[in-house]
């Protein structure tokens, strides 16, 4: 059994946690940064790298304490490498680099999406590879098979704006503030998904990719158009959303090589009706699902623990002089979809 000691520093949430090859969550720290980031409606990166310098150090010692463990138990250091807001990587990959140093145990660089990705194993232990994954997150909106640790392939992303930047994006309009994803979930409880027409974009395409843009350009003139309710536009755009999701999941699904698993990780899992519409979108097609628990699909460090768990027991470290990646795609052999480059 191993036992890794987990970082996650990429955005902001400062994070840390105990995991064990045998999927124990021995411990798991989060300190949030909404406070600081509020006032300017979104993350500031140079007040996130700040928060994660002050907090970090005081986050890994609170759990291992919790776990009941010391650094000399920990067989590795998982610590994000990438991709993200550089600044609070390099702050979770410096102290993930020190601890081992000191430690003498390895450093294991972990793609924060290799972390989104493998997730659900950790909460899984039947989930085999491959499996079909709907990552969808703040900063990405890809579909990937995953057919092992470290080995992805892209079948469709962003070509511009991602899921939950979206969501993010309308809750500003709107003026329900940041974080925005839960926000806007819970507004348009209350309101009519069917009230307000809003566009599609790249709805039955040939192009397999997403794309949010032109519905987030369409949510601005229909609150400054004056003629809707903000809860009838808050559930229009979340409709909206769901669909584009479900027709570029539906296309790649009909695309591929089966998969017997659908998966959803990334912090838009959270919300509930597009979870609904993803365990539609499986059981139409026969396909098994997990989506792991809300606090394990937001940024967090078991999932860094957990890449770290099966990286170590693929036998896979990496050199202290590692450096941090602002971009890190999960699969380098994509072709760079129409627009992409402005995102990793
Ligand atoms: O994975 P995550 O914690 O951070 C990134 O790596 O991006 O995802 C955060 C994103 C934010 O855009 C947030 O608004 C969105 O996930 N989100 C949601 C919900 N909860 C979080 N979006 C829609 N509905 C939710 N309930
Ligand atoms: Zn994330």
């Known amino acids: 059994m191993s036992l890794i000691l987990g970082i996650e520093s990429s955005c902001d949430e400062t994070a840390a946690a105990l995991v064990t090859s045998?999927?124990?969550?021995?411990?798991?720290?989060?300190?949030?940064?909404?406070?600081?980031?509020?006032?300017?409606?979104?993350?500031?990166?140079?007040?996130?790298?700040?928060?994660?310098?002050?907090?970090l150090t005081p986050l890994?010692?609170?759990?291992?304490?919790?776990?009941?463990?010391?650094?000399?138990?920990?067989?590795?250091?998982?610590?994000?490498?990438g991709p993200g807001l550089?600044?609070?990587?390099?702050?979770?990959?410096?102290?993930?680099?020190?601890?081992?140093?000191?430690?003498?145990?390895?450093?294991?660089a972990v793609n924060h999406l290799e972390g989104h990705a493998l997730s659900p194993r950790l909460v899984n232990a039947d989930l085999a590879f491959p499996y079909l994954l709907m990552l969808v997150s703040g900063g990405h909106c890809q579909i990937l098979r995953v057919e092992g640790v470290g080995q992805y392939r892209r079948l469709a992303t962003t070509i511009d704006d991602a899921a939950g930047e979206a969501?993010?994006?309308?809750?500003?309009?709107?003026?329900?503030?940041?974080?925005?994803?839960?926000?806007?979930?819970?507004?348009?409880?209350?309101?009519d998904p069917k009230a307000v027409p809003l566009p599609r974009p790249l709805i039955k395409s040939a192009e397999p990719h997403f794309s949010f843009a032109g519905l987030k350009s369409a949510v601005v003139r229909a609150h400054q158009s004056g003629a809707h309710r903000p809860e009838d536009i808050a559930a229009s755009f979340q409709q909206a959303a769901v669909d584009?999701?479900?027709?570029?999941?539906?296309?790649?699904?009909?695309?591929?090589?089966?998969?017997?698993?659908?998966v959803v990780a990334g912090g838009v899992a959270a919300n509930t009706p597009i979870r609904t519409m993803l365990e539609e979108v499986a059981q139409e097609n026969d396909m098994a699902f997990t989506a792991p628990p809300q606090w394990l699909c937001t940024d967090n460090a078991a999932m860094i623990a957990w890449a770290g768990v099966e990286r170590f027991a693929a036998g896979l470290s990496d050199p202290l002089d590692f450096v941090a990646k602002p971009r890190w795609p999960l699969d380098p052999t994509a072709e760079k979809a129409r627009g992409a480059g402005v995102k990793a």
């Not at 989060?30 to 006032?39: D, F, N, S, V």
């Not at 584009?244 to 659908?262: M, V």
């Open 22 to 55: 045998d999927r124990e969550i021995l411990a798991h720290k989060l300190a949030g940064q909404e406070a600081e980031h509020a006032p300017y409606g979104g993350v500031v990166p140079e007040i996130a790298a700040r928060a994660h310098a002050e907090i």
């Open 244 to 262: 584009c999701l479900r027709d570029r999941l539906e296309k790649a699904i009909a695309e591929q090589e089966r998969c017997a698993h659908l």
């Open 86 to 108: 550089i600044g609070g990587v390099m702050v979770g990959l410096v102290t993930g680099k020190a601890l081992a140093m000191a430690s003498g145990k390895p450093l294991i």
């Open 60 to 81: 890994i010692a609170e759990a291992l304490e919790e776990a009941g463990k010391s650094l000399d138990d920990v067989d590795a250091i998982a610590a994000t490498a």
């Open 167 to 191: 969501f993010d994006k309308t809750a500003k309009i709107l003026g329900l503030g940041y974080p925005g994803g839960p926000r806007v979930e819970a507004l348009a409880k209350k309101g």
